[in-house]
């Protein structure tokens, strides 16, 4: 389970209980004097956190911090002079932003230099990513440089300060490494930050014949993949990776598969190869109106189901395209791979027990959340939200891996895995997915 995002000032405090715990962290803090004895400082931070020795290695931390600080320099002097004619007070508010813009670019280097060595600089850009992306970093790194720098006006402690800094963004990278937090990335352009797997986990009852020992059925929805659009490669990539590490039973791509016909061979090539690793149907959404009998004849020839024309059965399990009427066997569950949310109604009357649906994006700004629903976007779309309920019925919506205008706010790109857990046969009713058994990361 993900835990949830911490704050800039939540990192400090956990850095602060963490230097309790270990006074001789913050003893060695006050001989610390300049870059190369502060990442060394940090090395034994991070052996202290992991309980074991760090693996030798030789870093020029005075390169790096050098290096590190003139870009953050170069940059705050460029954007004073490029706003000094604005006035002093936006031209010193532009020096500030840009400093820590650069600053937040790097934040890593140290901790990633001392784990990885010369793969460092690469290290330090993926965790860059995964903690969300500069603007997402400055939230986090601007309470924690103001804590560092003037935070001894108030308790009059300057090396205590730089130690609770210094171990608050250890902290941070060292969660980062181990993925406990994934961080929502408040601005977002062209798929740049990481795709998020929202984990859900639904009890279905086990059929008598089938018996309590079915095995759990794992299926991995992915909606809006937008071939064509700035950054879907980047999205499609991450699905790939995600579908090697999670192995599911099957992958459902969800529609608005792609944005423009020059995108059908990227098409072909990336369901090609998620079908190394796992079975793979589709839908069309809306933006394929136009090459229905193109798309179906690509997903076939590679491998894959084209759901409209017919379901797919795995593990007592079908999987829907279209709602459908027909009679399935009393051991099989039914699930309906949907791209228009509005098919709910439909769906539940017909008795589905979960619905996949994606198209809204979750209207790829949200300024507040209200029971479920993302506002502003549920004021023009209703079905603007994650998770609804209807009866026995529940429809899951992702918020895609792309978008056509690939520009979100605090709304993250994702992909939802479902997993269909049996249970013994009892008389009693299974209760439906709710939301509070969904897994989120926030």
């Known amino acids: 389970m993900?835990?949830?995002?911490?704050?800039?000032?939540?990192?400090?405090?956990?850095?602060?209980?963490?230097?309790?715990?270990?006074?001789?962290?913050?003893?060695?803090?006050?001989?610390?004097?300049g870059f190369e004895a502060g990442g060394r400082w940090m090395a034994t931070a991070i052996a202290t956190l992991r309980g074991r020795p760090l693996r030798s290695r030789t870093t020029a931390f005075t390169r790096l911090g050098t290096t590190k600080y003139a870009k953050c320099a170069a940059a705050a002097v460029g954007a004073f002079l490029a706003t000094a004619p604005w006035g002093i007070a936006c031209a010193?508010?532009?020096?500030?932003?840009?400093?820590?813009?650069?600053?937040?670019?790097?934040?890593?280097?140290?901790?990633?230099?001392?784990?990885?060595?010369?793969?460092?600089?690469?290290?330090?850009?993926?965790?860059?990513?995964?903690?969300?992306?500069?603007?997402?970093?400055?939230?986090?790194?601007l309470p924690i440089a103001a804590f560092m720098v003037f935070g001894w006006i108030v308790n009059g402690r300057p090396r205590h300060n730089f130690a609770v800094g210094c171990l608050a963004v250890v902290l941070w990278s060292e969660s980062l490494r181990r993925r406990e937090t994934s961080t929502p990335c408040v601005l977002e352009l062209g798929a740049t930050a990481p795709l998020h797997v929202v984990r859900v986990e639904h009890a279905f009852e086990s059929n008598e014949d089938r018996g309590a020992e079915a095995p759990n059925t794992r299926v991995l929805y992915a909606s809006d993949l937008h071939l064509g659009a700035w950054g879907a490669e980047r999205a499609l990539r991450e699905l790939l990776r995600i579908t090697i590490r999670e192995r599911p039973d099957v992958v459902l791509l969800g529609g608005d598969l792609i944005d423009a016909p020059r995108a059908l061979p990227r098409l072909r090539d990336w369901i090609r190869r998620l079908r190394t690793w796992s079975i793979v149907a589709a839908v069309p959404g809306n933006h394929d109106a136009r090459w229905l009998d193109v798309l179906a004849a690509i997903v076939t020839e590679e491998g894959g189901h084209w759901l409209p024309h017919r379901p797919l059965r795995i593990a007592g399990l079908r999987i829907d395209g279209v709602p459908s009427r027909d009679a399935s066997e009393a051991s099989e569950r039914r699930i309906l791979c949907a791209h228009h949310p509005?098919?709910?109604?439909?769906?539940?009357?017909?008795?589905?027990?979960?619905?996949?649906?994606?198209?809204?994006?979750?209207?790829?700004?949200?300024?507040?959340?209200?029971?479920?629903?993302h506002f502003p976007g549920a004021w023009f779309a209703p079905f603007t939200g994650r998770c609804f309920e209807r009866a026995e019925t529940t429809m899951l919506i992702s918020r895609g891996l792309a978008d056509t205008l690939p520009i979100r706010f605090r709304c993250p790109r994702e992909v939802i895995l479902l997993t269909l857990q049996n249970v013994e046969h009892t008389n009693s009713?299974?209760?439906?997915?709710?939301?509070?058994?969904?897994?989120?990361?926030?």
């Open 342 to 373: 509005n098919v709910f109604e439909t769906a539940a009357w017909l008795g589905y027990g979960i619905v996949f649906a994606g198209h809204l994006h979750g209207g790829q700004m949200i300024v507040c959340d209200v029971r479920g629903r």
């Open 2 to 33: 993900v835990d949830p995002v911490v704050s800039g000032v939540g990192w400090l405090r956990r850095a602060d209980a963490e230097l309790a715990r270990h006074p001789d962290l913050e003893h060695a803090a006050r001989e610390v004097r």
């Open 429 to 442: 009713r299974v209760d439906a997915t709710t939301v509070n058994s969904i897994h989120y990361p926030r």
């Open 92 to 141: 010193l508010a532009a020096t500030v932003l840009a400093f820590y813009a650069v600053e937040a670019r790097s934040v890593f280097v140290f901790p990633a230099a001392i784990e990885f060595g010369r793969r460092g600089p690469a290290a330090a850009r993926a965790l860059h990513r995964r903690a969300g992306g500069t603007i997402t970093v400055m939230t986090r790194v």
